[in-house]
């Protein structure tokens, strides 16, 4: 063999360890969010107050399909909006609806105490589960899900507060399924998502 080739040999070498070594780092490094727990590949633990004023953690809604969006009740038009597609959907599942949880966790727990959650949520539908919190309860959530929320003053010393409106499917084994899609009300993508999502 030439030199000449075995530089090259040696190049391509050093190339493709390093290739591997980048591999490694980016994939088995440090554990994504779908190898950190078996129980919880998606949206992690949590510790929250439901409508009740009752604790609840991840544990208390362990083997149920999840849907799962976060809003305020001060929200002027997107959660209503949103609360009312799911409600209806709900509604159209029938008792199906029973095997699977709505979460719908404020991004506001300032002015969403239990109280003002469980009755806001169940004016849309009684079976959906109102979760707030401390503020850090909320933003640890909040964080795990990937969702964002930042609260905006507005005028007369109000605020609202700005946030992802994505819903959520987790499925019994914690893993994410996808979102439900609210532009597209009629066609019932939704509804057939949902029966195959509690099956
Ligand atoms: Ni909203």
Redesign the pocket.
């Known amino acids: 063999m030439s030199s000449r080739f075995l530089n090259i040999f040696g190049g391509l070498t050093v190339a493709i360890v390093a290739s591997l070594a980048l591999l490694v780092m980016l994939y088995g490094g440090s554990p994504g969010p779908s190898q950190r727990d078996d129980a919880l590949p998606y949206g992690g633990s949590f510790t929250m107050v439901n409508g009740h004023g009752r604790t609840v953690t991840e544990r208390d809604f362990k083997d149920r399909p999840l849907v799962v969006f976060?809003?305020?009740t001060h929200?002027?038009?997107?959660?209503?909006t949103?609360l009312i597609e799911v409600a209806d959907l709900m509604a159209q599942l029938g008792t199906d609806a029973d095997r699977m949880t709505v979460l719908f966790v404020t991004?506001d727990p300032e002015r969403d105490t239990p109280e003002v959650m469980r009755e806001y949520a169940e004016a849309f539908d009684k079976r959906i589960v109102a979760l707030t919190g401390s503020l850090e309860q909320v933003t640890a959530m909040a964080k795990a899900w990937g969702v964002y929320f930042k609260k905006v003053p507005t005028s007369g010393g109000d605020y609202t507060?700005d946030?992802t409106?994505s819903v959520f499917l987790m499925d019994r084994k914690g893993g994410l399924r996808g979102t439900l899609d609210l532009h597209d009300r009629t066609a019932g993508v939704n509804l057939a998502k949902l029966r195959r999502f509690v099956r």
């Not at 929200?75 to 209503?80: E, G, I, R």
């Open positions: 976060f809003g305020f929200c002027p038009d997107v959660c209503p949103t991004v507060v946030h409106a």
